[in-house]
T-cell receptor, first 116, second 112 residues
Framework: EAGVAQSPRYKIIEKRQSVAFWCNPI?????LYWYQQILGQGPKLLIQ????????DSQLPKDRFSAERLKGVDSTLKIQPAKLEDSAVYLC??????????????FGPGTRLLVL | GQQLNQSPQSMFIQEGEDVSMNCTSS?????WLWYKQDPGEGPVLLIA?????ELTSNGRLTAQFGITRKDSFLNISASIPSDVGIYFC????????????FGAGTQVVVTP
């Protein structure tokens, strides 16, 4: 079974530029999560999708971050415009269903973003 | 807001030694999870705990869900070089639905 795929693996941009990350979850997984992991910290949930609907985006900085999962499969996370403090690893995770909260979340390798 | 406190922040141990780390929460959790993250990779689930008092092992790893439901610990016995990495606790508050909170991680370094 293929794992969670993310691209690109690395991205370097200048502040005020825009950037987009892509995630393809494990096949058949209904729930998709985007996390931000700042160096030296644990992952912090940004947004959670169930199929193509948003379940929780309370910690997403909506003035500059946006995410979509239009067909309920793959997802994109965008930052526009980027700030220096957005430098982090952006992790995507998926789980088979939200119906059972204890469902295991499987993480992708992450996209490492450096904003200069 | 809710916070997870994970300690220690880092550990330098010799191969063969046991390792112990713990997490405490300011609120009650219904799930405790322990993940390991290797450099350049995403976290990988090691152990999941769903009931207060539950003690679960996975090879040389043992974790427990605290009776108060506000804490958990992870033990690694007889450490080996491949145990190097960052270990994260994660918990699911009782009022959340799927949402996990992560600790800041424990960096483990194993020397031969």
């Amino acid at each position: 079974e293929a794992g969670v795929a993310q691209s690109p693996r690395y991205k370097i941009i200048e502040k005020r530029q825009s950037v987009a990350f892509w995630c393809n979850p494990i096949s058949g997984h209904a729930t998709l999560y985007w996390y931000q992991q700042i160096l030296g910290q644990g992952p912090k949930l940004l947004i959670q999708f169930q199929n193509n609907g948003v379940v929780d985006d309370s910690q997403l900085p909506k003035d500059r971050f946006s995410a979509e999962r239009l067909k309920g499969v793959d997802s994109t996370l965008k930052i526009q415009p980027a700030k220096l403090e957005d430098s982090a690893v952006y992790l995507c995770a998926s789980s088979s269903t939200l119906a059972r909260p204890q469902e295991t979340q499987y993480f992708g390798p992450g996209t490492r973003l450096l904003v200069l | 807001g809710q916070q997870l406190n994970q300690s220690p922040q880092s550990m330098f141990i010799q191969e063969g030694e046991d390792v112990s780390m713990n997490c405490t929460s300011s609120s009650i959790f219904n799930t405790w999870l322990w993940y390991k993250q290797d450099p350049g990779e995403g976290p990988v689930l090691l152990i999941a705990l769903y009931k207060a008092g539950e003690l679960t092992s996975n090879g040389r790893l043992t974790a427990q869900f605290g009776i108060t439901r506000k804490d958990s610990f992870l033990n690694i016995s007889a450490s080996i070089p491949s145990d190097v990495g960052i270990y994260f606790c994660a918990g699911r508050p009782t009022d959340s639905w799927g949402k996990l909170q992560f600790g800041a991680g424990t960096q483990v370094v194993v020397t031969p």
